[in-house]
């Protein structure tokens, strides 16, 4: 071993001279590594920088979809308004038969949700021929969209002051009877009241005022009333 | 083959008659007030189509004269219905004839007719008349009992076109004697509904009471029809026999009534004659 030293003996018998065969070699440590300067904090908008071209890119594809489907909404609402008329003629027109007026009707119930308004108005004017097919169009729209045709027709039975004859509430009973209209007890229950009490008035077109509901028009509307809540 | 000749022209034709089927809306039907709707009678004489308001016209007068004569207040009206032809009794389903019951329609008439020849040659005059008398109908879909609605055929030599289509509606007063029925049914479900509570109770009236006059005068009415009388008419006589007694019956299980019938006996027939 080149540096290694023999320990000195205990005793007290040592030579004079000490031989070592060793050889010294000077060197100089090796300056010491440079310290790594601690990583720099990014500030944030560095991060934000660096996202930009990300961000941009979602948010143009955000509002692009936005505008697309917006667009497409209006296109595909004006196609079915479009669509829709030639078979709305055809059910309110004065030549329908019953089976043109049940063929248009049940179409009419395949545009779903937009079909509600106009079938909603051509049923406050339909007559013994157009009411069946209307209400069985409803009817078939409710079984999808509940939400769509409960609106309008809990806001027809909810305001018999409106412009709405007795036959109007007659339908819309029978169909919100028909169909899941989850808030349909109490608007029904205060109708039936309002028959119970005889404070139930009609409009009647002829004379573009309300009148009292005749007896057996109240009895109709009883009757289906008990029906529609039998089913809740 | 011939069997599947037969079977397709069989087809066609339930088809083509199928596709004729016509329940046109008829104006006035929503207005207030009892009402008879005369459809359109399709007639192979030119213009027949023309004579439907004169002809409804003429059975108003009619019904008027009949209901003056009973001393009954059935306050019908005659409906024309122009483009409204129904095909047969089958087109009458509870929904059509619901509608037409909230709408206070208590009958409805339609006919077609066309020109034959009998066996000398000479020009006649046939033709199948439709009746539907809504509220027997109703009870009808619900029972079976009665018809409601039935076709009767009739025959006979033309004269004058509008004289004819009215003999051929009115066939012998049936007309006068079916609006009776319908009217006499509806009032007696009317005071059995109010019986029940199902309807408030006619004050002005005695709502039993007017059930049965009418009925017994559809009873005296059905009487006085021509031989042969139609099946659909025995059928409905005993009808009107049935509902006239079910007047007193009713009468007398009412507590709340105090009118005359309450102390009538229950079998107690219809006075005879006009």
């Not at chain 1, 007026?101 to 004017?125: D, H, K």
């Not at chain 2, 507590?255 to 006996?265: S, V």
Request: hydrophobic share 45%.
């Amino acid at each position: 071993m080149a540096n290694s030293v023999a320990d000195p003996p205990a005793s007290s018998i040592l030579p004079s001279t000490l031989h070592v065969d060793a050889n010294v070699a000077l060197t100089t440590p090796p300056p010491p590594a440079p310290k790594p300067d601690p990583p720099k904090k990014k500030h944030p908008i560095e991060y934000l920088q660096a996202l930009t071209p990300l961000i941009i890119a979602a948010v143009g594809w955000f509002v692009t979809d936005a505008v697309r489907s917006g667009f497409e909404r209006q296109r595909l609402q004006l196609s079915n308004v479009t669509e829709m008329r030639d078979l709305l003629v055809k059910l309110v027109g004065p030549s329908v038969t019953l089976q043109d007026a049940q063929a248009a009707a049940s179409t009419l119930s395949a545009f779903g949700e937009p079909a509600v308004p106009p079938l909603v108005t051509a049923l406050a004017g339909a007559d013994d021929v157009r009411t069946p097919p209307i209400e069985d169009a409803l009817r078939a729209i409710g079984l999808n969209h509940a939400q769509a045709v409960c609106d309008p027709l809990l806001r027809i039975i909810g305001r018999p002051t409106g412009r709405f004859t007795w036959l109007l509430h007659r339908s819309a009973i029978r169909v919100v009877g028909d169909i899941d209209c989850p808030k349909a007890g109490p608007v029904l229950q205060g109708f039936k009241n309002a028959i119970a009490n005889g404070t139930l008035k009609t409009y009647d077109p002829a004379n573009d005022d309300w009148i009292v509901v005749p007896p057996e028009a109240a009895q109709l509307l009883n009757a289906d009333l008990d029906r529609a809540m039998a089913q809740r | 083959m011939k069997p599947l000749v037969l079977l397709a022209c069989a087809l066609l034709l339930s088809a083509t008659t199928t596709a004729q089927a016509q329940i046109a809306p008829c104006s006035g039907v929503q207005d207030p007030g009892t009402k008879i709707l005369l459809d359109e009678i399709v007639a192979s004489t030119p213009g027949a189509a023309n004579l439907l308001q004169p002809l409804a016209s003429r059975l108003d007068a009619g019904l008027l004269q009949v209901q003056t004569e009973l001393g009954l207040d059935l306050n019908l009206k005659v409906l024309p219905c122009v483009n409204r032809k129904p095909t047969g009794p089958a087109d009458f389903t509870r929904s059509v004839v619901d509608q037409l019951n909230v709408r206070n329609v208590v009958m409805e008439v339609w006919g077609v007719t066309t020109e034959v020849k009998d066996a000398q040659g000479r020009a006649m005059q046939e033709a199948s008349v439709g009746y539907v008398l809504v509220p027997v109908r109703l009870n009808e879909l619900q029972s079976q009992r009665p018809p409601g609605a039935f076709v009767i055929p009739y025959r006979a030599r033309p004269s004058d076109p509008a004289a004819d289509l009215l003999r051929l509606v009115d066939q012998s007063g049936r007309l006068a004697a079916y609006a009776t029925l319908a009217a006499g049914s509806r009032a007696l479900r009317a005071a059995q509904d109010a019986a029940a509570g199902r309807r408030p109770r006619n004050t002005t009236d005695d709502d039993w009471a007017v059930a049965r006059k009418r009925l017994c005068a559809a009873q005296a009415l059905f009487g006085s029809l021509k031989p042969p009388a139609a099946a659909s008419d025995m059928q409905l006589t005993d009808y009107a026999r049935t509902l006239a007694s079910q007047t007193i019956t009713g009468a007398k299980a009412d507590q709340k009534y105090a009118g005359a019938l309450k102390l009538q006996p229950e079998n107690l027939p219809c006075p005879t004659g006009r």
